[in-house]
């Protein structure tokens, strides 16, 4: 265990290391080129079957490089990324045929290419100390030839990968390296770095329900996935022609059309079937988002329990909500099977209290009105409902709307280094401005003297601006976008 | 009202010439040296009549003026006149609108914005048009309003309610027949109107468990609450009885509610007076056993629910304050009867009218118990005889009531025993009995006799009645419907002995002419004449009774065939109180009933077989009687007249009834109750 512990804590510290250093410098560009890169060629993704030379060789240059930023997150990314896929393809079966020399061609052609790219990029840094006036252009040049030295690297080492993964895997077997480094880390950190302006984000997802087991840090192992992947929609890819799959299984099937190999009934088996025997260290996630209670960084990190928390809390807590229900028009989600459960019910929660609560059942909302003072049964009115509705919705969730998009965009469609800039312009400016959030029209619609007059039309967004209201009495507000503007809004 | 005024006049003037000599001179208007807290009081005692008021206020302006200031209630006829009698009126507290058939909600903001916080009550039971906007402006500015009659209001909804909620000091509600409104309406009420203590919602079908459960929840003042014929179930029971006030629970034809209900009655509701489950079929003696001794009950209604047996009266025996109960449609066993008999408590009331099973066994064993009975109702026990008659009025001599209508094996020696033993009856009813003149004569004893009841009595004549004509000088109300033996020597001494007679029924009395009428003129107080198919009426008995009886209300001549326009004019002149009244087979013709048209409170019509009546004299009257609610008519004049005139009058809120029968020659009155009975076995 301790062992383990060590080789855990290692990347740790220095990713610890690295953060700082980008704290004082947030230079962001760099770090977002690199995530448009990898969103951009799918391959990248395919962490778990790329071959890689060996941990401490590529780890060691990077190691020396801290006090580069930009440089030394752009080899860890690599580094790193080599680690994952040990794990994953740990248990796989005996090889076949295996050329090592091939494979030492392979590497050793690959180590001189990174070297170069390395000198190339601290060439890079040194002229930069001097011409720190002018940067735009410059930088963007010096960008572009970095991506495209790096995308050849890793088709290479994919193509490397393909053929000698099974060989890397004896080896690995043998040094049991069971750990999954946070190979991930310092990009998503360099990528959310950008976005630290924008107020802490705490919400209530479904994921806090595992808070109550409280593990003690260190009993655990963290893990971080970056929002490409979470983001991606298929999570398992070959390593070959680099087609995704959404389960292991799938993908497991489809090798086997690379090659007898992939053909052997062990190839074929779950590959975690033989370490459930031996104990394992508990694994748990953490959210790319920085400033996130559920990222590592945050004072009280709450981790989430699997990679299906990870991605749900990372989609409704961080992302646009691009999934909008087709029956009323207003409520949108960001996970796809939120939106289905909605659209089960939607519709159907017609009965609403003054507060602005709606409910699927009118016992419940008799059970609501008998236990609040004040609070009376809000009768439909049938001709303005539908007309009043949804133009007063619009208005109240824009504001969420347009800070989550931004969100999003951040982490993959980018076109350029410039125009990123200009977004997390945007991005400030719409959170350091009230007004975003707070359309004149919202305030209109409030009612500002309790509940004396007749409540405004069902709509879900009501909500948050009610809570505004009157803070004490509206603990019930439903988990949706609304809550988070309210949140802001405080 | 006239020796009113001049009493008042010369006490004034006396008072006048002693203290204010020298200021007077001839012109001065004596009564501005009364004080109007004393014309006040006066008027207070004018209140009964509505006809003398208005006469006070004719007298001159100042009278004019005071009555105005005076006047608390107001009976408007026409919605339209309501802004400019709203403002003679100031201080007008109830607002009673069941003669105008049409309340917009202009009306309503008219009422609100004109009473204010002055209006305390308003009638609108009779009233249609409105919606929950007119409600509305009602309950935001008349913020004192504690009293609301919305029966009948079978288009509100409950947005219409959710106003009505923002009247937060409503204390009385009634919403019967308000079949639109649901649980979220009744919600609304429950939270906005916090101090209601009388809430009917009879019939609004569309209330359930939810909203009665919330009314009780918030509204603890609930004293009285009607629930009939809702569609609730054991689900609400416990909050409404654990309402600390709750006196009168109606829960009539609740079919939802059973034994197991009523068994949260065990822990609470402590201070139910009155509880009706009348119709509800599910509810049997073990329900009943629930009721416990700690409580306060005096009325229990059982009606056409489970049989009376032993273990039903035994589980009611030990309620300690029992005064009524009403079994009415209940099969009966001796052993009930017996059983009721035997409770510790004396009823006070008690009604098996209709009751299968009631015999003069049982009856007897139930009365010997039960001797402080004041009201009795046996109707259709068919099976009684003479023993019980004798039995009842042995032991239950302080009846003050007793019904007992088709009670046929009762021999009419029987009937001189009431007389005899039960003096202090004020209501009896022995229509469709044996009773004949002695019987009569006897019951002619009970001198506090206020309602008799004699219809289809085919033994009495005019002896007997005039007996009662001359002893019962209390008499308010006369049923001689198909008396045949009634003659007009009968009649009038009724008149001349009842002064204050206010109902009469001679219909059938096939002897009856002119006189009986004229002599009748002579009851000022007669609202209700009902005079089917006496042929030998004419114009002229009808001239006079419109004439003298200046209250009549309700007039019924159909099949007096020899009425004519004749009569028609002066009832229209001076019968200006009329609302009801039935001309079929009448020879009355468009002149006539165009002539009525000036009875401005004039709601219901029903013209049937009208010969002379053409179609335009129809629309002509039908257009000009206003306030028209209600119209019975041949269906002919259907296709006759256009649809446009019809769709004109109901929007106005009258109310069309076609019927299409044919002419039925009057049967000899020995045969009609030959068939009557055929028809009964």
């Not at chain 1, 001189?112 to 011409?131: A, P, S, T």
């Not at chain 2, 599910?282 to 009606?303: K, M």
């Amino acid at each position: 265990m301790d062992h383990k512990d060590k080789v855990c804590a290692d990347p740790w510290a220095k990713d610890l290391r690295n953060k700082a250093c980008s704290d004082r410098l947030p230079f962001a560009n760099f770090g977002s080129h690199q995530h448009q890169n990898k969103w951009e060629d799918p391959s990248i993704l395919d962490y778990g079957m790329r071959i890689e030379p060996s941990f401490q060789k590529l780890s060691q240059p990077s190691e020396d490089q801290t006090s580069l930023p930009c440089n030394s997150n752009n080899e860890k990314t690599i580094a790193d990324g080599e680690d994952v896929q040990m794990n994953d393809i740990l248990h796989a079966s005996k090889i076949q045929d295996w050329d090592p020399r091939t494979m030492l061609t392979n590497l050793s052609f690959l180590e001189q290419k990174i070297h170069q790219l390395q000198d190339l990029v601290h060439l890079i840094v040194g002229r930069r100390g001097q011409v720190q006036g002018r940067p735009d252009e410059l930088v963007a040049q010096q960008q572009q030839l970095i991506t495209a030295d790096l995308t050849s690297i890793i088709a290479q080492l994919i193509s490397t990968a393909g053929t000698e993964a099974p060989v890397k895997l004896q080896i690995n077997s043998g040094s049991k390296l069971s750990e999954q480094p946070n190979q991930t880390d310092l990009i998503t950190n360099y990528g959310t770095e950008q976005s630290y302006n924008i107020e802490e984000h705490e919400s209530k997802d479904e994921e806090d329900a595992d808070d109550g087991e409280n593990l003690p840090p260190g009993t655990y192992e963290i893990l971080q996935l970056e929002k490409e992947e979470i983001l991606a929609p298929h999570t398992h890819f070959c390593a070959i022609c680099g087609k995704g799959f959404k389960r292991d299984a799938n993908l497991r099937m489809h090798m086997r059309g690379h090659g007898d190999e992939y053909k052997t009934p062990a190839a074929l088996a779950k590959p975690n079937k033989e370490s459930s025997s031996e104990p394992t260290l508990i694994k748990r996630y953490s959210c790319p988002y920085a400033g996130c209670k559920r990222n590592k960084d945050h004072k009280k990190f709450q981790p989430l329990k699997t990679i299906l928390c990870v991605k749900n809390h990372y989609k409704r807590t961080h992302c646009d909500k691009s999934y909008t229900c087709s029956r009323c028009n207003t409520k949108k989600f960001s996970v796809i099977a939120d939106l289905k459960t909605h659209e089960k019910h939607c519709g159907k929660d017609k009965w609403l209290c003054s507060c602005g609560t709606t409910f699927s059942r009118k016992d419940k909302l008799f059970g609501h009105i008998a236990l609040f003072q004040g609070h009376t049964p809000a009768i439909p009115m049938d001709e303005t409902k539908t007309t009043v509705g949804p133009s007063e919705h619009g208005e109240g969730s824009e504001a969420p709307n347009r800070v989550g998009s931004i969100n999003f965009n951040f982490g993959s469609i980018v076109p350029s280094g410039s125009g990123l800039v200009q977004n997390i312009m945007d991005v400030k400016e719409s959170v350091d401005d009230p007004t975003s959030y707070f359309s004149p029209l919202n305030f209109d619609t409030c009612n500002f003297d309790g509940f004396h007059e007749f409540p405004r039309p069902p709509f879900e967004d009501s909500e948050s601006s009610f809570s505004f209201l009157m803070p004490g009495s509206c603990n019930y507000t439903q988990k949706t976008g609304g809550e988070s503007n309210s949140k802001k809004v405080e | 009202m006239a020796t009113t005024t001049t009493k008042l006049k010369r006490s004034s003037s006396l008072q006048s010439i002693k203290s204010q000599k020298a200021i007077l001179n001839t012109n001065t208007n004596f009564f501005h040296f009364l004080s109007d807290e004393l014309i006040f009081i006066v008027l207070d005692f004018l209140t009964p009549n509505p006809i003398d008021r208005k006469s006070f206020s004719l007298v001159c302006k100042s009278f004019y003026s005071l009555e105005s200031k005076h006047r608390r209630t107001l009976t408007p006829l026409r919605s339209e006149h309501l802004p400019t009698i709203l403002t003679r009126y100031p201080s007008v507290t109830r607002v009673d609108l069941t003669l105008c058939p049409r309340i917009t909600d202009a009306s309503l903001i008219t009422i609100s914005n004109a009473c204010k916080s002055n209006l305390q009550s308003i009638d609108l039971s009779r009233s249609k048009n409105f919606s929950g906007a007119g409600l509305q402006s009602l309950a935001l500015n008349c913020k004192n309003m504690v009293e609301i009659d919305l029966s009948n209001a079978t288009e509100l909804r409950d947005s219409g309610a959710a106003a009505l909620a923002e009247a937060k000091n409503l204390e009385r509600l009634w919403l019967g027949r308000c079949k639109m409104i649901t649980d979220m309406g009744v919600g609304c009420i429950a939270v906005g109107c916090r101090k209601m203590k009388l809430i009917s919602l009879k019939w609004c079908l569309g209330v359930g468990d939810l909203g009665i459960e919330l009314l009780a929840l918030k509204c603890k003042d609930l004293q009285s609450l009607d629930l009939s014929y809702l569609p609730i179930t054991e689900k609400c029971l416990p909050s409404i009885f654990k309402l600390p006030h709750l006196e009168d629970l109606v829960l009539e034809g609740c079919f939802g509610i059973d034994d197991d209900s009523l068994a949260a009655l065990k822990h609470g509701c402590k201070s139910l007076k009155k509880l009706d489950i009348s119709s509800c079929q599910n509810i049997s003696h073990n329900g009943l056993a629930s009721l416990t001794s700690d409580g306060v009950l005096e009325q229990l209604v059982l009606s056409h629910g489970s049989p009376v047996t032993l273990a039903l009266a035994d589980s009611l025996k030990k309620l300690p304050m029992l005064q009524s109960i009403k079994l009415d449609g209940c099969s009966i066993t001796y052993a009930g009867l017996q059983a009721i008999g035997n409770w510790c408590v004396s009823l006070r009331e008690l009604s098996l009218s209709k009751c299968p099973g009631v015999t003069d066994e049982g009856l007897s064993s139930l009365l010997t118990k039960h001797k402080d009975l004041r009201k009795l109702d046996i109707t259709c026990c068919r099976m009684i005889t003479y023993t019980s008659i004798d039995r009842i009025t042995l032991s239950c001599t302080a009846l003050t009531s007793l019904r007992m209508e088709s009670c046929t094996l009762v021999p009419r020696e029987a009937f001189v025993l009431i007389g005899q033993r039960c003096r202090f009856l004020e209501e009896i009813d022995i229509t469709d009995n044996e009773v004949d003149d002695e019987g009569l004569k006897s019951i002619s004893r009970c001198s506090e006799l206020s309602s008799l009841k004699l219809g289809i009595c085919l033994n009495i004549t005019d002896e007997g009645v005039a007996q009662v004509g001359m002893c019962c000088s209390k008499l308010v109300e006369l049923d001689l419907y198909r008396c045949t033996g009634i003659s007009d020597s009968g009649i009038s001494a009724i008149a001349r002995g009842c002064p204050g007679l206010k109902m009469i029924n001679i219909a059938y009395c096939k002897d009856i002419t002119d006189s009986s009428l004229i002599s009748l003129s002579k009851c000022s107080s007669l609202n209700t004449v009902e005079s089917r198919g006496c042929p030998l009426i004419t114009s002229l008995g009808l001239a006079a009774i419109a004439v003298g009886c200046k209250q009549l209300v309700k007039l019924d001549i159909k099949k007096c065939i020899n009425i004519d326009d004749a009569g028609m004019i002066p009832l229209a002149h001076f019968s200006q109180n009329l609302r009801q009244i039935n001309l079929s087979y009448t020879s009355v013709t468009d002149v006539g009933l165009l002539s009525l048209a000036s009875i401005s409170c004039l709601q219901s019509l029903t013209i049937l077989h009208l010969k002379g009546l053409t179609a335009s004299g129809l629309a002509a009257a039908l257009l000009a009687c206003g306030g028209l609610t209600k119209v019975k008519l041949q269906a002919t004049f259907k296709s006759l007249l256009p649809q446009a005139l019809f769709e004109h009058l109901e929007a106005r809120g009258c109310l069309f009834l076609w019927r299409d029968k044919f002419f039925r020659a009057e049967l000899d009155p020995q045969c009609w109750k030959l068939q009557l009975e055929d028809n009964i076995l």
